[in-house]
């Protein structure tokens, strides 16, 4: 029997001020809600621009559970479709990238459709004559997403043609992005190094609320981050400091480091880390790159772009974007027990390519598969997702500098090791989860 099926009420109650209900973590009907409902009412991330330069270009992707395609139309704008052909429902695109020319055809009985969706042609069409074919869902091709936006070359979409606009979404959250952008001389980024992906047994929100968690880093890193930091000690005196000590050093910081740096908390789940400070902030300089920013922007400008040194940034409900390594992660949910990671990072057009030597660095060292910090992070997910099975406690305890007056706040400043974010990430989850449950309910 459902439990929260059409029980809109039941779902809100999984969430209170400072708890949160174990089967949000662990319970697969739970998770088959949040592919209905959640990712579909909210804007998420599809790709990037940079990835489809020239007409006919695609990319293919998952937006919550549903196949989708990227692809650069011949009038330029960029399309998101669902990857299904409308005849016997085979995906069009191939997993990956490439181009498709003109039009995408469907590789079993070769209907082909215009890069915006439209139908374009089927094989031996007078079959079809006096079959109603033109009033049949088939006859409008590929369909598109409910709504895309593209922002600064990230390209969203909300899933359902209804829903919350993109900038009331999103808000002042948005400056993250502009930040990253802005970072480039030209103030334009691209996609560059690939993707790393890595498959986490573990629920996708797992990895969304650790991102601001500031209280793990000195503990769980102290095997990998921490050895790394006493190996170094041990240098002869003048030894250069290795880029990787820089990258690794600052995970080490202290509680009290991370208590002032700060999080900021905006509206629908959406927030960052490093308000004053971060374990970005102090990075060896860039031959000739703040030369080249104050060309481009004039000396006071430029300094206040360098000088915004915002830590991780959630993307609710499922990306995490650190604008001064130009790095970008994708939460991909699978189950309510597994998760696909994917790490992208970003060129600064114009910049010196020792940033995006930094970048690729820091990547490989924290992020992939083959990464010492990263395995640190995945450990307690696992132990997490195994433990949350115990019959022991039902309930996360999220209460860490809990404050009624945080209800209703926006653009709220706290202290770095406050759990607000996940708090107000999960109030946003009720909010996009029963919205239309609701609606359903009703009907």
Request: aromatic share 10%; with cysteine.
């Amino acid at each position: 029997m459902s439990r929260y099926h059409h029980h809109p009420e039941a779902v809100a109650a999984l969430v209170r001020d400072t708890e949160v209900h174990k089967d949000c973590y662990i319970d697969q009907e739970v998770f088959e809600l949040e592919m209905s409902h959640l990712f579909a009412n909210t804007w998420v991330y599809v790709g990037h621009a940079s990835q489809v330069p020239k007409p006919g270009d695609f990319y293919t992707t998952t937006v919550g559970d549903q196949p989708v395609v990227m692809v650069r139309h011949t009038d330029q704008s960029i399309r998101v479709l669902y990857n299904r052909c409308p005849h016997k429902g085979v995906q069009v695109a191939p997993e990956g990238c490439g181009n498709t020319g003109k039009f995408f055809r469907c590789p079993y009985h070769a209907w082909s459709f215009r890069t915006d969706g439209k139908l374009l042609s089927i094989p031996l069409k007078k079959g079809y004559d006096n079959t109603g074919l033109e009033h049949c869902e088939a006859a409008a091709g590929m369909v598109g997403v409910g709504a895309v936006h593209v922002y600064r070359e990230f390209v969203f979409c909300r899933l359902n043609p209804e829903g919350i606009d993109f900038d009331m979404f999103f808000g002042d959250a948005l400056s993250t992005l502009d930040n990253m952008v802005d970072r480039s001389p030209e103030g334009r980024l691209e996609v560059a190094g690939g993707v790393m992906r890595y498959l986490h047994q573990c629920n996708w929100k797992m990895l969304v609320d650790n991102q601001t968690d500031t209280c793990h880093p000195m503990v769980a890193h102290e095997s990998s981050a921490g050895t790394a930091v006493r190996v170094w000690e041990e240098a002869p005196p003048d030894t250069p400091k290795p880029m990787a000590v820089e990258l690794f050093a600052p995970f080490m910081s202290s509680y009290e480091f991370f208590e002032n740096m700060g999080i900021r908390v905006w509206d629908n789940g959406h927030g960052h880390t490093g308000v004053s400070d971060s374990i970005h902030a102090d990075y060896s300089a860039v031959p000739g790159y703040l030369e080249q920013m104050i060309g481009a922007y004039g000396e006071e400008r430029a300094r206040a772009i360098l000088g915004d040194v915002r830590h991780n940034t959630v993307y609710f409900p499922n990306i995490m974007v650190k604008g001064p390594i130009q790095t970008l992660r994708v939460f991909k949910p699978i189950s309510a027990s597994q998760t696909l990671v994917e790490s992208w990072t970003f060129r600064l057009v114009g910049a010196p390519d020792l940033l995006l030597e930094r970048t690729l660095m820091y990547n490989r060292l924290i992020n992939a598969p083959t990464s010492v910090v990263g395995h640190d992070d995945l450990e307690m997910y696992e132990r997490a997702q195994a433990g949350l099975h115990s019959r022991g406690s039902q309930w996360v305890n999220l209460a860490r500098l809990y404050d009624p007056a945080e209800h209703g706040q926006t653009h709220a400043v706290t202290n770095g090791t406050s759990e607000g974010q996940m708090r107000s990430q999960m109030r946003a989850w009720v909010r996009f989860m029963t919205a239309t449950m609701q609606e359903e309910a009703a009907s």
